[in-house]
């Protein structure tokens, strides 16, 4: 099992509100979760990623926990802001005999000004 | 800017040519990947490299395409005999090992007529 659920496929939240965007994984042996953020025409952008030795990391308004047990991992922004508006993708490092990157299917979000 | 090239950005064909996209990494990170993207998904990982050498290569990658890294720098993609079914974005990511962050091109949009 090599694949992530990410829900939900669409947010929308009002300038100010927290957005939360959730990723289940199926493979026990992966380690490293990395989110991506893609902008219109870009590649996808590093974020902010987190290892699973530790079960949280924040960096400024974003943070994201990661749940070992129940193989799932979010992403949390508070404060959001209009150029937070992206297209959101979680993934994992899959170490089996590989070392290769499973990205969720995206979540698009809106922070309506 | 990331600091990885893609080239072309953008590829008109028609269904049968054979198209060749190029992609330029950060010169120190010896780890390559190629990901196909359509429209509202992730990234789907297609093959990657460690200098040279091509590790892995996915099942989507049907014996029309073709990847190499010649001198452990540059990389091409090569699409033979193209299908509508090939239309997406091609995207290229370097890697750096420490700490372990990708690094995404721009991507080059193939659309197959």
């Known amino acids: 099992g090599e694949n992530v659920e990410q829900h939900p496929s669409t947010l929308s939240v009002q300038e100010g509100d927290s957005a939360v965007i959730k990723c289940t994984y199926s493979d026990s042996a992966s380690n490293y979760f990395p989110w991506y953020k893609q902008e219109l025409g870009k590649g996808p952008q590093l974020i902010i990623d987190i290892r699973s030795n530790v079960g949280e990391k924040k960096d400024q308004r974003i943070a994201v926990t990661l749940n070992k047990t129940a193989k799932h991992f979010s992403l949390h922004i508070t404060e959001t802001q209009p150029e937070d508006s992206a297209v959101y993708f979680c993934?994992?490092?899959?170490?089996?005999?590989?070392?290769?990157?499973?990205f969720g299917t995206g979540t698009r979000l809106k922070v309506l000004a | 800017d990331t600091g990885v090239s893609q080239n072309p950005r953008h590829k008109i064909t028609k269904r049968g040519q054979n198209v060749t996209f190029r992609c330029d990494p950060i010169?120190?990170?010896?780890?390559l990947y190629w990901y196909r993207q359509t429209l509202g998904q992730g990234p789907e990982f297609l093959t990657y490299f460690q200098n040279e050498a091509q590790l892995e290569k996915s099942r989507l990658l049907s014996d029309r395409f073709s990847a190499e890294r010649p001198k452990g720098s540059f990389s091409t993609l090569e699409i033979q005999r193209t299908e509508q079914g090939d239309s997406a974005m091609y995207l290229c990511a370097c890697l750096d090992p420490v700490p372990n962050e990708q690094f995404f091109g721009p991507g080059t949009r193939l659309t197959v007529l």
């Open positions: 993934a994992h490092l899959s170490v089996r005999g590989t070392y290769k990157y499973i």
């Open positions: 010169s120190e990170h010896n780890r």
